[in-house]
């Protein structure tokens, strides 16, 4: 059974005398109970999905369902069956955390204690600092408070979009256990992120690049449907090593990852002793090389170079 559902949908806006797009006909489907993830970075068209979904703005072309309600013609309906956690903190500064949800809870006719069971776990990490000012928190503090608000009303499907963004890697390790627990309790979770190490915590994932998806399939699955093995180098001058890679012959892809810059090759695939012995033709010593398998972000910068059949 399927808890969202896109059929070609596409979104342009206008910039002075010309059109940009945002969507190009989008098409793919959440099952009821998974976490499915939007992965891509900015400019992907994740929020303008988003906002189709949750029934604030209109697509061009296409439709789509949620929860079996059609969003151009259902939209009163959906509001009331989903939460909807935006990228950007939205909740009232000047309230304080309790006066926040109860807000939220009223607009829902619904109260705090009736459904503190839904947020329990949530909440109360935040319930010492009740009476604080919402603008007073902490980033991770906001993300558990606006969590709560979205889940107050008992939602069958909740949105976020990225909602793990400009806060520190143990909030965003504690938002992802939260996530789980209420995936447990049967909620469909659509969430957008530009974060790759994310994909991995789906069930499923989108590649978007430019308004496109580039792929829908399990985390291991993108990355088994295009495996390609990577080479992981490093020297004692990364700058002028990225430009040696980028200008080495038979070189398909080359972009920073971490502490190494990561290569790909148009085959066949070199080896070690032929690396060393062109990048120290281009002066680069204390040269570290290994072959490694790919992530699915060495998958998405493929899936980048490839060119579109539109």
Known sequence: MQGIVTENISKSYPVGKTQTTALESISFAVNKGEIFGLIGPDGAGKTSLIRILTTL????????FVDGHNVLKEFKTIRNLIGYMPGRFSL???LSVEENLQFFASIFNTTIRQNYHLIKYIYEQIEPFK???AGKLSGGMKQKLAL????IHKPSVLFLDEPTTGVDAVSRKEFWQMLKKLQQQGLTILV??????????????ALMQQGRMLEIDTPQGV???HYQPVWAIKSGNMHTLLH?????????SVYPF???HHLTTIQPIPDVQQLTAYLQSRQQLDVSIKLISPGIEDVFMQLMNQPYAA
């Open 92 to 94: 009232y500064q000047d």
């Open 244 to 252: 040696a890679l980028r200008e080495m012959p038979g070189a398909a």
């Open 148 to 151: 709560s608000c979205a889940l």
């Open 192 to 205: 957008a992120t530009p974060y790759m190490d994310e994909a991995s915590l789906c069930d499923r994932v």
């Open 223 to 225: 990355v088994q449907k």
């Open 131 to 133: 009476h604080r000012k």
């Open 258 to 260: 971490g502490e190494y």
């Open 57 to 64: 703005l209109f697509p061009d072309a296409g439709n789509a």
